[in-house]
């Protein structure tokens, strides 16, 4: 089945700078990867998400890059805020149903003003 | 807020009892999942339905139980079998289909058994 590690497991960055969480997986026949916020007693909300057809993809300033060949994925924030403070998750699946999703441990953001 | 709704947010258990988590939503959505999210751990699926009077177990499903006799309503039981049952608690839904379709959260609910 399907592994999926998420490094750092905390992250601090002063505000403005960028920053980049890591997730590789196993299963290479792995084709969907979506990115989940958790501030701080709230409910995990998709902020991006990719299929493996595209190798990045942008939102403001939240992008996602995949590599299928080394089997990683990985979330970078530029510009940080204090807003973003929170728990990023990663995950991977075939795309086969979202209970198929297999989530890393999570990476705790924190942004310095 | 999110059509999606836990309650309660906080739950105390005393060892040997059974208890039920309450999802509630508004979404019309057919499928719905329960995750337990431990510190330092990923989201684990502990059963999901993708249909009413359907569910299947998940990565962790023993010593929880589940009914989906309505779409809008998915209960939580953790019953007195669970061994470590203090953790959060998680119910999401979607449209389900098959498909990975963005699926929406509740706020959650944190059990603790004193």
């Known amino acids: 089945g399907e592994n999926v590690e998420q490094h750092p497991s905390t992250l601090s960055v002063q505000e403005g700078d960028s920053a980049v969480i890591k997730c590789t997986y196993s299963?290479?026949?792995?084709?969907?990867f979506p990115w989940y916020k958790q501030e701080l007693g709230k409910r995990p909300q998709l902020i991006i998400d990719?299929?493996?057809?595209?190798g990045e993809k942008k939102d403001q300033r939240i992008a996602v890059t995949l590599n299928k060949t080394a089997k990683h994925f990985s979330l970078h924030i530029t510009e940080t805020q204090p807003e973003d403070s929170a728990v990023y998750f990663c995950?991977?699946?075939?795309?086969?149903?979202?209970?198929?999703?297999?989530f890393g441990t999570g990476t705790r953001l924190l942004v310095s003003p | 807020d999110g059509g999606i709704t836990q309650s309660p947010k906080y739950l105390f258990r005393k060892e040997g009892q059974n208890v039920t988590l309450s999802c509630e939503q508004n979404?019309?959505?057919?499928?719905m999942y329960w995750y337990r999210q431990d510190p330092g751990q990923g989201l684990r699926l502990i059963y999901y339905?993708?249909?009413?009077?359907?569910?299947q177990k998940g990565d962790i499903a023993e010593g929880y139980s589940v009914s989906r006799e309505k779409k809008e309503s998915f209960p939580l039981t953790v019953t007195s079998a669970q061994k470590n049952p203090t953790a959060f608690y998680l119910c999401?839904?979607?449209?389900?289909?098959?498909?990975?379709?963005?699926?929406?959260f509740g706020q959650g609910t944190r059990l603790t058994v004193v």
């Open positions: 995950a991977a699946s075939r795309d086969t149903g979202f209970q198929k999703l297999v």
């Open positions: 299963d290479s026949a792995s084709n969907y």
């Open positions: 990719i299929r493996s057809n595209v």
């Open positions: 979404l019309n959505h057919d499928a």
């Open positions: 339905s993708q249909i009413v009077n359907d569910f």
């Open positions: 999401a839904s979607n449209l389900g289909q098959g498909r990975n379709t963005e699926a929406f």
